[in-house]
């Protein structure tokens, strides 16, 4: 979701085969810099084999050219290398939050072969996503600050995990605004 | 009967120098002179466009290419060889626009441009480029020279000259060269650079001149964004260029 001057991300922390929940803390958050944020959502191999892919090819802007990745241009590469495997995809839809150079906030979410949606309000994917869409247009207001951004994002994550067999045990939310960062994580129903 | 030639020409000799690459910066110091200026926010690069015969057509060469918005380049040597270069620049560039949506950093290209170089002095069958490149480009750290060599090697400049009269343009511009230069007299001072070993009459349509500087961005809706500034390449008009000649004569 965006905020005033700030963006938050929130994914859910259920990892499981159909019925069968094999972990209650998987992490689909992940870390680019200070500044870019993104959560990978589909099949959980594919989730984790992209994380490193994108630590790879990140680590490796940075070495070549000297400058962290910016948040438009991190979106576009990730892009670039969900469409590489247009006839074969990966099965994840990533979520992309940041600050830009001048700090203004950004959000895009992707289908799993790279078509960016550039939102100006808030963006969902996975399993819940309808739930999530009805939750955020409910709850989202424009001009959230950090404080409220949070409030809002959990509230929508909850319910809507609540509302879905296949989402939830609790949620990892991180805030982003210039000064810092700031990550809860929530308790859910563990069910 | 193939594979017997397919050993590499450059191959070191004894006391350790790759004699093809001696030979490749031979052929480029015979090539038409080209100089290069950093000045306060951009490069200049210039270059005579010498025809064989008055009865060439003069408008359908152009020694200096741009190869992406904000880069540009000239050479001294084999213009066949330069035109592959530019192309695979040019490419280059674009793939990488294709993956990052933004328009590659000089120091990028030319390393790409440089390693492509390199390949050709370590492989099999193939002859190194007889071109040393001047690449000259605008981007978020600022204004660029680069010389590339045949060998691969790149080295970055405030002034340099390549070609012909190399020698005596560079001892011209170190006399001559003052750091943050205005564009006007970066572009006066290239052309008294050239002028010193120029072989035709200098004129508009035998000058070329290419400068890398900073305009404001416009963004999607036409509209200037303050403050923010976006590199462009671009060569001068032969108007430009004659008004320019005019204030030296």
Known sequence: MRGKDCVAIATDRRFGVQALGLSTEFQKIFAVNDKIYYGLAGLGTDVQTLSEKFTFKTNMYKLNEDREIGVRTFAHLVSSTLYEKRFGPYYAEPVIVGLDKHNAPFICSMDLIGCINFAEDFVVTGTASEQLYGMCEALWEPNLEADDLFETISQAMMSATNRDALSGWGANVVVITKDKIITRTLKGRAD | ?249
């Open chain 2, 1 to 249: 009967m193939a594979d017997r030639y397919s050993f590499s020409l450059t191959t070191f000799s004894p006391s350790g120098k790759l004699v093809q690459i001696e030979y490749a910066l031979a052929a480029v110091n015979q090539g038409i002179t080209s100089v290069g200026i950093k000045a306060r926010n951009g490069i200049i690069i210039a270059t005579e466009k010498k025809s064989s015969s008055s009865l060439v057509d003069d408008t359908s060469i152009s020694k200096i290419s741009k190869i992406s918005k904000n880069i540009g380049l000239v050479y001294s040597g084999m213009g066949p060889d330069a035109r592959v270069l530019v192309d695979r620049a040019r490419k280059s560039a674009q793939a990488y626009k294709q993956v990052y949506n933004e328009e590659p950093p000089v120091l990028i290209l030319v390393k790409e441009v440089a390693s492509i170089m390199q390949d050709f002095t370590q492989s099999g069958g193939v002859r190194p480029f007889g071109v040393s490149l001047l690449i000259a480009g605008s981007d978020d750290s600022g204004p660029h020279l680069y010389q590339v060599d045949p060998s691969g090697s790149y080295f970055s400049w405030k002034a340099t000259a390549i070609g012909k009269n190399m020698i005596n343009a560079k001892t011209f511009l170190e006399k001559r060269f003052a750091e943050k230069m205005e564009i006007e007299d970066a572009v006066h001072t290239a052309i008294l650079t050239l002028k010193e070993g120029f072989e035709g009459a200098m004129t508009e349509s035998t000058v070329e001149i290419g400068i890398a500087t900073f305009e404001d961005l416009i963004d999607s809706k036409g509209v200037k964004v303050d403050g923010e500034l976006v590199g462009v390449f671009k060569k001068l008009e032969e108007s430009e260029v004659k008004d320019y000649l005019a204030n030296i004569a």
